[in-house]
């Protein structure tokens, strides 16, 4: 089955600079690859996602790239703020008919400290 | 966008005895997955629970121990059997919507 790896496992930045989260998978059939933010003691929430078909994606100070010849994918968070802080998981999971996913591997999580 | 509930929110259980865990959504889903996230750590999934047939289990869960129902497109439940200590974990349910997955607000499992 899949494993995810994800590296660091902690990561502690001050406001204003960038974080970087990578991760790699192992099933080269996964083609879709979200990654989640978890406040304590909250749902996890998705915060942005790809899919194997593009290798970059951006959405405001968030970006995620993917490299499937190299099987990882990593998250770049710009501008740090204060309510970064949180965890911040990756997965990975493939399509299981039409337009769902099927069931998400995750990665091991990182812990993001952004301190003012 | 999915809407899901769960009940309880949060229990304390004594060893040995069993929790059921209800799992809501607002719309008709075919698959809903079922994680556990023991303390401080990452979300593993239990099972894949589709309606009208019987539960996946991932290796190292078993029926015997985390008997799951689907009666419905729209509801599911989770039960955690014969329960220890080391069960004490937050169970969340999920659901595919749209090109995403939507998680529960998880139930939260301590057990004495």
């Known amino acids: 089955g899949e494993n995810v790896e994800q590296h660091p496992s902690t990561l502690s930045v001050q406001e204003g600079d960038s974080a970087v989260i990578k991760c790699t998978y192992s099933?080269?059939?996964?083609?879709?690859f979200p990654w989640y933010k978890q406040e304590l003691g909250k749902r996890p929430q998705l915060i942005i996602d790809?899919?194997?078909?593009?290798g970059e994606k951006k959405d405001q100070r968030i970006a995620v790239t993917l490299n499937k010849t190299a099987k990882h994918f990593s998250l770049h968070i710009t501008e740090t703020q204060p309510e970064d802080s949180a965890v911040y998981f990756c997965?990975?999971?493939?399509?299981?008919?039409?337009?769902?996913?099927?069931?998400?591997?995750f990665g091991q999580g990182t812990i993001l400290t952004v301190h003012p | 966008s999915a809407v899901i509930s769960q009940k309880p929110s949060r229990d304390i259980c004594q060893r040995g005895t069993s929790l059921t865990i209800q799992c809501q959504v607002d719309?008709?889903?075919?698959?809903m997955f079922w994680y556990r996230q023991q303390p401080g750590q990452s979300l593993t999934l239990i099972a894949t629970?589709?309606?009208?047939?019987?539960?996946?289990?991932e290796s190292g869960f078993v029926i015997d121990k985390f008997p799951i129902s689907r009666p419905n497109l729209t509801f599911s439940t989770l039960t955690v059997s014969n329960m220890s200590p080391e069960d004490s974990s937050i169970y969340l349910c999920?659901?595919?919507?749209?090109?995403?997955?939507?998680f529960g607000p998880g139930t939260r499992l301590t057990v004495l």
């Open positions: 719309s008709q889903v075919t698959m």
């Open positions: 999920s659901v595919p919507g749209g090109n995403e997955q939507f």
């Open positions: 629970a589709n309606q009208g047939s019987e539960a996946t289990y």
């Open positions: 790809i899919r194997s078909n593009v």
């Open positions: 099933d080269s059939a996964s083609n879709y």
């Open positions: 997965a990975a999971s493939k399509n299981a008919g039409g337009t769902s996913y099927g069931k998400l591997t």
